[in-house]
């Protein structure tokens, strides 16, 4: 092992069982379990959802979640790559969950209402902990994230749903919303069916501590090794109390290896401790399958966050084809042609041209490749808060995006395929963008109003929308026999004259826009041309 890594899974679950949270969560699923219904807590500024335990005759199979219906984990299900599998859950809690899930929501609401809290932490122990977890997932996974921080915590919780699930919820970066408190010697949440998958963070425990792996593979490998180290204890199930009690204050005992070795490695020794953390040695066989699971989960864990440093320097190297894009902007902004580096790009196909273009395509690649990276889960789960990555990408579609439309107009746009905006055939890596700038976590602030124009378009797709504008009015001057098709022709035109307006009184277009020969300049003509003969009348077209 390199000397610089240090063993981090035993000291996370001595943290979190150092929390309030974690004591707090048990208290309410207890008192949850003992009335049998629903009990809402509001502690230290978070309130707490505590389902309550159902027992169950049989453990239920696998079935779709579209068995819920109307939709309701339609976010997830749209994540799933072609080919694989549908998302499965269990029968029983989905049944469960589709009695409950809306009583469940509106006590939230309503409780959210009582007091200002913008935290919530849904909690249950055994069935009532997988009925918190999907009711969790419902909620993370609608197209309108809640109003309020969310995590589900959950206490001898049996396995949910099947692989799929579990890769679709690490996919929408779900997973790190969810942990689960599992005991060595509990048999409930390990389960005997292959085809259950867990996800989340997974706190193993044991009278000696605990540790933390939050890789799905890792946890079905440390389940594995349970299984083949003894007879569970079905009295186990029900000692969660005993273990939150004893093991709150672990993080401030002194701890050391009582193997016979001790290793001199830092990495080493607190491998050794995580496993002693669970009441085995590193001198016996299991503990040596236990070491081999943790150091697996840390080469996995630390994957991630090498990716994300490599792609930091990978990003430095593509520097040089966005300054070739913003040299050719200005260039074109200064030449006597006075049009804009988008009209240049789509009517000219010079050496210039050729040089930008190979810069776009590059520039292309290397988000293509990032985003690729982000739907597999290679970088960070909050890789896409990051600021850095943020503005990155922001400043890159502000520049390229106009000559992705371009280039499309130019060789590939047809009636029958569609524009830009409206048939597929936007590039997905920009929509993906959209969403990381609207989630970039800011305080709203309000805009100041510009002094100067903006030094590129703020919508990266005005470009797109004037094309379409174009044939609009072009068709409007051909047709004449079909009313409704030139009423609806004359609202996307005023619809678009009036975007177009605002975003130039705001100044947030850049000077390309404006130029005298650009397109818009040229399509502002002919629209002011055509009103003034009575093709487009303004007042006859609806408000859009």
Not at 26 to 52: E, K, T
Request: glycine share 6%.
């Amino acid at each position: 092992m390199e000397e610089c890594r240090f063993e981090t899974s035993e000291l996370q679950a001595s943290f979190m069982m150092s929390t309030p949270i974690w004591s707090d969560s048990w208290s309410l699923c207890n008192a949850a379990d003992s009335a049998g219904n629903i009990q809402i807590q509001h502690v230290a500024g978070i309130m707490y959802v505590a389902l309550p335990k159902v027992e169950m005759n049989q453990p239920g199979n696998l079935v779709g979640v579209e068995v819920a219906g109307d939709g309701l984990f339609e976010a997830l299900s749209s994540s799933l790559p072609s080919g694989e599998p549908p998302l499965m859950v269990n029968g029983v809690t989905l049944e469960l969950f589709v009695s409950s899930g809306l009583l469940i929501q509106s006590q939230i609401t309503q409780g959210l209402e009582l007091e200002e809290t913008r935290q919530v932490v849904i909690t249950g122990h055994s069935t009532g902990g997988a009925l918190a977890t999907l009711t969790s997932l419902w909620l993370l996974s609608q197209p309108s994230p809640p109003p309020f921080r969310l995590i589900c915590i959950t206490f001898g919780s049996p396995l949910l749903g099947n692989q799929s699930l579990s890769s679709s919820v690490y996919r929408s970066r779900l997973a790190h919303k969810f942990c689960h408190v599992v005991s060595v010697h509990d048999h409930v949440p390990r389960g005997n069916d292959d085809r259950f998958w867990p996800f989340g963070t997974y706190l193993f425990c044991s009278d000696s501590g605990g540790l933390c792996l939050d890789n799905a593979d890792s946890v079905r490998g440390m389940f594995r090794i349970l299984n083949s180290t003894g007879t569970p204890n079905i009295e186990e199930h029900q000692r969660y109390g005993h273990y939150v009690s004893t093991l709150s204050h672990q993080s401030l005992i002194s701890r050391s290896c009582r193997g016979e070795f001790i290793p001199e490695n830092s990495y080493e020794a607190g491998v050794a401790l995580a496993v002693e953390s669970l009441g085995f040695s590193i001198d016996q066989p299991s503990g040596v399958s236990i070491k081999e699971c943790i150091e697996k989960a840390t080469t996995i864990n630390r994957a991630p966050i090498l990716r994300s440093s490599e792609l930091a320097i990978e990003l430095g190297n593509v520097v040089p084809y966005r300054l070739e894009i913003q040299w050719y902007k200005d260039s074109c902004e200064a030449s006597p042609k006075q049009l804009g580096y988008y009209d240049n790009f789509k009517k000219f196909s010079n050496q210039r041209e050729m040089r930008v273009n190979m810069s776009r395509a590059k520039l292309a690649k290397f988000w293509d490749g990032v985003l690729e990276m982000v739907e597999k889960n290679e970088l960070p789960f909050d890789f896409h808060l990051g600021k850095k990555w943020v503005y990155a990408s922001q400043f890159y579609q502000l520049l390229a995006e106009p000559l992705d439309i371009a280039y499309f107009y130019k060789y590939t746009y047809s009636r029958a395929r569609g524009h830009y905006m409206k048939s597929g055939n936007r590039p997905k890596r920009y929509e993906v963008i959209d969403k990381w700038w609207k989630e970039r976590g800011e305080p709203h602030k309000e805009k100041r109003a510009r002094t100067r124009y903006a030094s590129t378009t703020q919508d990266t797709c005005f470009w797109a929308k004037l094309e379409e504008a174009k044939e609009c009015l072009d068709d409007l001057t051909c047709e004449s026999s079909d009313a409704q098709r030139r009423t609806l022709l004359r609202e996307k035109i005023v619809g678009f004259q009036r975007y177009a307006n605002t975003l130039v009184k705001k100044k947030e277009v850049s000077k390309d826009v404006l130029s005298k020969n650009s397109s818009y300049n040229v399509w502002v003509r002919d629209y002011d041309l055509k009103m003034g003969n009575g093709i487009v009348d303004e007042s006859d077209a609806m408000e859009t």
